[in-house]
Every structure is written in C-alpha cells, then in structure tokens.
C-alpha cells in the first residue's frame, strides 16, 4: 500500500503534515481525495459526527474505507451505514458484487497480544467481564472529544471498554443496569460527558463493567497505570475430572481470571496474567479440604509468540504497532488474501452502537443526534 495523498480543512496544515510524512500530494479538499482516480482506498479520521456522511460518500465512489472508529454517531446512523454498504457489495444478482470495503478502526482488536488473551477465554463460561480506559487530563475543555454537536463524548471517544467486553463474552449485552457519568462544566457543552461507570448485564447470568475517563487527574493516573487500558474476565467455577478424587467422594474446581494490562497499544508494553484458583471439595457437603493457586504471565508481540496453530507461522515483527497490524487486515481483505481471522464486519458495528446508545439511555443523556446527510445528496 502507498499513502498517495492527504487533505484537511486547513491546507497548510495539510501541507506541513506531508512534508513530514513524505506524502507526495496535497488535494485541497476531502472531496477532492474522493474524485481522484488514484486512489483506492481512504482513512476517515474525522470527527465523530462526520463519520456517516464521508463514508457513504466514499463508498459511492468505490473507496474503500477504513474508518476511524465510533461507526458513527448511533445505533441508526449504523444500522444506515451498514445497508448502504451491503447494497454496494451486492452484484447483479444479488449476488456478492465484490463492492468497496469498510472497516471500523478497533485498531487493538488486530494485534497478537488480543489474539493470545481471548484465546485463554472460554466466552461461554466466563461469568464477570470489565475493561477501563482512563486518560489523563490532556485536552482542552473545548476539545471535538466535549462537543455534543460534532458527536462528541467519553462513551463514543473510549469506546473501546464497550468493545472489549463484547470481544469477551462474544455475545451482545441484555442490558445496561446503570451509568453514572461527569459532564463537562459550564460554560463547557454540559451535554458532554467526560467519564463514565456503566455495569451490563449479558445472557447466560453474565455481568460487566465498563469504565473510561477522558479526565482523569494526573495522580490517579500514576496510581493506576494498570487501568489506563485493562480487560479482566472471570469464568465460572469449573468442575475438573479428576478420577481419583471421584474414589473420595471429592471434586476439584478451578476458577481462572485472565487480566491483560494494556490491551490497547501492546507493542509497546503489555502483561497477560492467568490465574487458576483450585479447590478440592467434598460433594455432598461442598467443604473444601484443599485450595492452590496456579498463576502465569504471557506475552505475544509477535504472532509466533501466541502458540496459535496457523497464527503462529504468520511473519511479524516485535515493534510493529497495532496500526500495522490493522492495515494489514485491511489490505488482506482487499486484495481478497486470507487474513488472521480478526475482523470487524458491518453488523457488528451496528450492535456496538447499539451497546453505546443503551449507556446513554441508561445516563439518562441525549443520544448524539443524527446526520441528515443521505445518500445522493448534494456534494
């Protein structure tokens, strides 16, 4: 892939960010990357409330589009994007017509750290999800990330812990049971917030926690480092066969946690701690006689790392960020070329969304309101 060309609202500012990065052209508007014949595919970093309109616009000209993540503003700006884009891929028949991709960018999804810490997950049995994402307080007040006009706001900005826990439980969540958020002081938009505490409830019994801060104080966030970007899954008490024990009338149970420190850019540094608390207990009383814990750190920066069978023997380098990782699944999917198997299709960043738009319910909060750009719409 070749970064061909760059525009911004602010020419000189497009300028001096080619310069730096060696990109060869400059175009003088978004439109204008969209008409060029030379390009192919385009990166939608824009903010959040112009998601919908550039990629369905991107899309109608056939680019395909990795686009920065939220989706889009709500769950039915989503559900638009994503049938939008399903008619472009349908051929003549209806068939698939090998139409332009799109890919949200959950840039952390594609990394073989993430990859290693959900395979040490059985979904189905795990019991407690939670992911965080605390940032320090480094934007202005006045920053896009506090501009409800422009879909601003901590769950659409940290989005992240949301996707995490789906990424866990591998299932969609019944409900939100509650979110306390902070919204931003006067004469601040007060319609923004900058922290959120959400808990869910998900099928099968399942709990989660969900927290992020666009506003943390510098002396929190040295405190707690771990939680800048941590996932945690809990599983379910798991009676082990154990033959001998069975002679006894005993049963042993393990219980595993599986933490991964810094799920977000693991290139740089990350930890997977698996612990599996086991206890040996009578049957027909439930006492427990015996009670161990075995506990291990993983790491995986590079594919081979993950002990994954056909993951493993894909080529990789310990330095390369998530953001190559993504790109690559991007391209992969593209040229039609097998990937890792880590993608995220269009439904499934609908039922994100969806996951947001139920915290905002919840809080009590406006939803972020709707594009009224639609397809075939003026330029």
């Not at 192919?40 to 109608?60: R, S, T």
């Not at 890919?103 to 990394?111: C, M």
């Not at 943390?216 to 001998?244: C, E, F, I, M, Y």
């Not at 810094?262 to 206890?279: C, P, S, T, Y």
């Amino acid at each position: 892939m070749v970064i061909h060309a760059v525009a911004a609202r602010d020419r000189k500012k497009a300028e001096a960010y080619a310069k730096k990065h060696r990109i060869p052209v400059v175009l003088d508007s978004y439109q204008a990357i969209l008409d060029s014949p030379d390009i192919d595919a385009v990166y939608i970093p824009l903010p959040n409330g112009l998601h919908f309109e550039w990629a369905v616009k991107a899309l109608d000209k056939g680019k395909h589009v990795l686009l920065e993540k939220p989706y889009v503003s709500n769950a039915e700006e989503a559900a638009m994007l994503l049938d939008h884009s399903a008619a472009l891929q349908k051929g003549p028949e209806g068939g698939k017509g090998g139409g332009p991709v799109i890919l949200e960018a959950f840039h952390y999804r594609f990394q073989p750290a993430w990859l290693l810490f959900v395979s040490l997950l059985r979904p189905a049995d795990v019991a407690h999800a939670e992911a965080s994402m605390l940032i320090p307080d480094i934007f202005p007040p006045d920053d896009i990330r506090f501009r409800y006009d422009i879909a601003g706001g901590a769950l659409l900005d940290l989005t992240y812990s949301l996707s995490v826990v789906r990424g866990i439980l591998q299932t969609e969540p019944l409900e939100c049971t509650a979110c306390e958020t902070a919204t931003m002081p006067e004469p601040y938009d007060t319609r923004c917030e900058y922290r959120y505490d959400a808990s869910w409830a998900f099928p099968n019994g399942a709990t989660a926690r969900t927290r992020g801060n666009l506003r943390t104080g510098w002396w929190d966030s040295l405190k707690g480092l771990g939680d800048l970007a941590r996932a945690k899954a809990v599983h379910k008490p798991t009676v082990v066969a154990d033959s001998s024990l069975a002679e006894k009338g005993e049963e042993k149970v393990v219980t595993r946690t599986v933490t991964m420190i810094n799920f977000l850019m693991a290139a740089l540094w990350h930890r997977i701690d698996v612990e599996d608390e086991f206890v040996v207990r009578k049957k027909d009383t439930g006492e427990v006689t015996r009670r161990w814990v075995v506990k291990e750190s993983r790491k995986a920066y590079t594919f081979s790392e993950t002990g994954i069978e056909g993951l493993k023997e894909r080529a990789s380098e310990p330095h390369w960020l998530t953001y190559k990782h993504q790109l690559d699944a991007f391209v992969d999917r593209v040229r039609g070329r097998e990937g890792t198997g880590a993608w995220i299709d269009g439904e499934d960043s609908v039922r994100q969304m969806k996951m947001v738009d139920m915290a905002y319910g919840k809080a009590g909060l406006l939803l972020r309101g709707t594009s009224k750009f639609r397809t075939g719409a003026g330029e």
